[in-house]
């Protein structure tokens, strides 16, 4: 099995300015004092990607009013942009500003679950399809965690 980097339990996740695939900007940052965030590194031309939208639906739905959800995509704008209007995806949906910050979140391989606690600390990362056992595994931590985002 062939090894790719990517952020582990216990690593940084650093707080960085996304742009809003629908326009504008996103700060995408960890208080301390916030909910969990979880983050789907994609790219819809991904078939494995394409496969996982459902089940992170499931998750961003399942998980409103208790953790920040983003999708971050990678690859064409344009191509990507089209995409998301086909595919319906339940979450808000960004892209990375910077090839820095791109490197920061060894986003070269697709698709990521990363869940970051308040703070910014990884705390888990799924890389590959999500399984449905993943998916309950995340959403049970999550209602372990407890707690309601604040307005």
């Known amino acids: 099995?062939?090894?790719?980097?990517h952020l582990k339990p216990g690593d940084p996740a650093v707080a960085f300015e996304a742009r809003r695939l629908q326009g504008g900007t996103q700060r995408i940052e960890y208080p301390t004092e916030g909910p969990p965030t979880y983050l789907f590194?994609?790219?819809l031309t991904c078939g494995t990607c394409t496969k996982?939208?459902?089940?992170?639906n499931r998750l961003a739905r399942e998980l409103e009013g208790r953790a920040r959800?983003?999708?971050?995509?990678?690859?064409?704008?344009?191509?990507?942009q089209?995409?998301?209007?086909?595919?319906g995806l339940g979450f808000p949906v960004v892209r990375f500003t910077s090839r820095r910050v791109m490197e920061q979140y060894k986003a070269n391989k697709v698709p990521q679950t990363i869940v970051v606690a308040?703070?910014?600390?990884v705390e888990s990362?799924?890389?590959?399809?999500?399984t449905d056992d993943d998916v309950d595994e995340l959403l049970s931590r999550a209602s372990a965690r407890g707690g309601e985002l604040s307005s």
């Open 52 to 56: 996982t939208v459902p089940k992170w």
């Open 118 to 121: 308040p703070g910014g600390t």
């Open 69 to 80: 959800v983003f999708g971050i995509v990678l690859g064409s704008y344009q191509r990507e």
């Open 125 to 130: 990362n799924v890389m590959g399809e999500l």
């Open 1 to 5: 099995m062939e090894y790719f980097p």
């Open 41 to 43: 590194v994609l790219s």
């Open 82 to 87: 089209q995409l998301l209007e086909e595919k």
